[in-house]
């Protein structure tokens, strides 16, 4: 509306104590016609006489949105009033692709003075809409954003993942609704963290090759829109996995007061816990003697056990285990420590008769001692259908000429009986393999007669 004053006419005849005021108002309604109020009293002017503007009014916006949010299926009003002289003209543009694009009167988009009507709104309706007004003296425009949404769905399938360690894993993160303005993604609380192995798609899909332990836990997919954030979760689990030992020690013989390592690394689903013995029973650790395990980026238990200053004692058949739900492994292997001989206490032993028994002598010392049973107080084995292993194998360090052959014995008693078994001997050779010439030697091995007591004190 354009109002002008007209305080400037008086009332000459009336009397009154006010101002006459006489206000003229252009109606949008009524372009060319001018609604005149006069005041009571006389006018300086002629009966009749229609006073024109001051001069022309450049257009001047009075209402108008920078943005509209409206739910789809509702009807969206875009205000756009100005005032100005000569009567401006309203004019509405989309802007598409940096580019304005009049638009086009319809049924659904009507305009009541200046301002654009959108009725039954869709999501094809989401835009910037420009309304643009002139008069002969100028021009001005009002923008408005709007946004239809509707409401917000999301879906991370599928809910659990079960693979295997190696196999490649995808979730898929499904947005039902708009507006969507960014998808973010967390692993157990936190962002997930993407590499050249894990990589989002269009950021709604989520792949990850060759699958980690690592990767195992709990993801979420968060969806932002205009009104809304929402998420939806998954989990990916490895299936079980036995133990499996990818790196093992190998047989050792150190000098006395030398420092010795040894080390397993073992891999399982669930991951593995690794304990350590030496000949059968768990590794006293001291002062010189610790042991311990970590887990690495690979998901793998790297476990060990440092000697710092070795001693007869420290010889022996040491042990890893790795164990979990699904199963276990072990590896078992000798550390000979020069030295004199030196046997660990050994337990007392209950069996079932008719069961057999194998007992292992825990010695250690190098050379390899030679082992020899007896029961009771002094007395001599018996022995029935004896069995012994023997390791072979030539002394590092040996400066005999051909190397020393060493070897070692361990009792098993498989049946209790009186018996009387064969007497002989058994040989054992070696062939040295770095001499010039090829020699060899010969160790035989005694087995006597003898008569096995059932019940005593080995």
Request: hydrophobic share 35%.
């Amino acid at each position: 509306h354009i109002a002008y004053d007209m305080s400037h006419l008086r009332n000459e005849g009336a009397g009154l104590s006010q101002v006459p005021l006489v206000m003229g108002v252009i109606m949008p309604s009524a372009i060319e016609s001018v609604l005149f109020v006069e005041a009571a009293g006389r006018s300086d002017r002629p009966a009749g006489q229609m006073p024109d503007p001051t001069g022309s009014i450049p257009p001047r916006i009075t209402s108008g949105r920078p943005g509209i949010l409206i739910r789809e299926g509702e009807n969206a009003e875009l205000p756009c009033t100005a005032q100005g002289y000569p009567v401006p003209q309203y004019t509405w543009y989309r802007r598409e692709n940096n580019r304005l694009v009049p638009l086009v009167i319809s049924n659904q988009m009507i305009l009541v003075n200046g301002s654009l009507f959108i009725e039954r709104t869709r999501p094809q309706d989401s835009g910037k809409y420009i309304c643009i007004v002139n008069n002969s003296v100028g021009e001005v425009r009002v923008e408005t954003e709007l946004t239809v949404y509707g409401n917000l769905s999301v879906s991370l399938f599928p809910a659990q993942l079960t693979t295997e360690s190696g196999r490649s894993a995808t979730l898929n993160c499904s947005v039902q609704g708009y507006p969507v303005h960014s998808i973010t993604w967390f692993k157990d609380t936190r962002h997930l963290a993407t590499s050249n192995r894990v990589r989002l798609i269009a950021n709604q899909v989520l792949h990850i090759t060759s699958v980690l332990r690592e990767d195992q836990g709990m993801y979420q997919c968060f969806v932002y829109g205009s009104l809304q954030s929402i998420q939806s979760s998954a989990q990916i689990v490895l299936s079980e996995d036995a133990p499996v030992l990818k790196y093992v020690f190998n047989r050792q013989t150190v000098q006395p007061g030398e420092r010795f390592s040894l080390r397993c690394v073992a891999a399982g689903n669930p991951i593995p816990r690794v304990t350590w013995s030496l000949d059968s029973r768990p590794i006293p650790e001291n002062h010189r003697v610790q042991y311990g395990d970590f887990v690495s980026i690979h998901a793998e238990v790297v476990s060990f056990v440092n000697v710092s200053s070795a001693r007869s004692e420290d010889g022996g058949v040491y042990e890893c285990r790795a164990q979990n739900e699904a199963g276990s492994v072990n590896h078992r292997e000798r550390v000979d420590v020069l030295g004199p001989p030196f046997i660990r206490s050994m337990n007392n032993v209950t069996v079932v008769d008719g069961d057999s028994l194998f007992y292992h002598c825990p010695a250690s010392g190098f050379p390899l001692p030679t082992i020899t049973w007896s029961k009771g107080l002094g007395g001599q084995v018996t022995r029935s259908r004896l069995r012994s292993r023997k390791t072979s194998g030539s002394m590092p360090d040996s400066t005999e000429d051909p190397p020393c052959l060493w070897a070692w014995c361990m009792l098993m008693l498989l049946r209790w009986c009186d018996a009387v078994v064969w007497r002989g001997r058994r040989q054992l050779r070696c062939r040295p393999d770095h001499l010039s010439t090829a020699q060899n030697c010969e160790i035989y091995l005694k087995i006597a007669f003898e008569v096995l007591h059932e019940m005593g004190r080995y």
